[in-house]
Nanobody
Framework: QVQLVESGGGLVQAGGSLRLSCAAS????????MGWFRQAPGKEREFVAA????????VYSDSVKGRFTISRDNAKNTAYLQMNSLKTEDTAVYYC??????????????WGQGTQVTVSS
């Protein structure tokens, strides 16, 4: 099993940056692709980004492509989401997930509890 704990959320002005971290427990971390999803109030959870187990492949949603960067450090059992040029519409609870990656998304087997990101205008 993998347990995931997100951190790094907070309040930032539009145009600013935040870096989210997802710390994973368990030796099997490197077996899984990692991803980030988000859910805004009144909306369904949506895919943001994913990275393969090796870090050699990434996929992003169109809404964040060019602004967000996903990465991972298998030695630290941690995945990251660097978010730049933040917009008010990026406001959401961000969830980390571990699972299987495909060409457009990630199917999460394990989920974190979420961290709030609020972007003010």
């Amino acid at each position: 099993q993998v347990q995931l704990v997100e951190s790094g959320g907070g309040l930032v002005q539009a145009g600013g940056s935040l870096r989210l971290s997802c710390a994973a427990s368990g030796r099997t971390f490197r077996r899984y692709a990692m991803g980030w999803f988000r859910q805004a109030p009144g909306k369904e959870r949506e895919f943001v980004a994913a990275i393969s187990w090796s870090g050699g492949s990434t996929v992003y949603s169109d809404s964040v492509k060019g602004r967000f960067t996903i990465s991972r450090d298998n030695a630290k059992n941690t995945a990251y989401l660097q978010m730049n040029s933040l917009k008010t519409e990026d406001t959401a609870v961000y969830y980390c997930a571990a699972g299987g990656m495909n060409e457009v998304s990630l199917v999460g087997d394990y989920w974190g509890q979420g961290t709030q990101v609020t972007v003010s205008s």
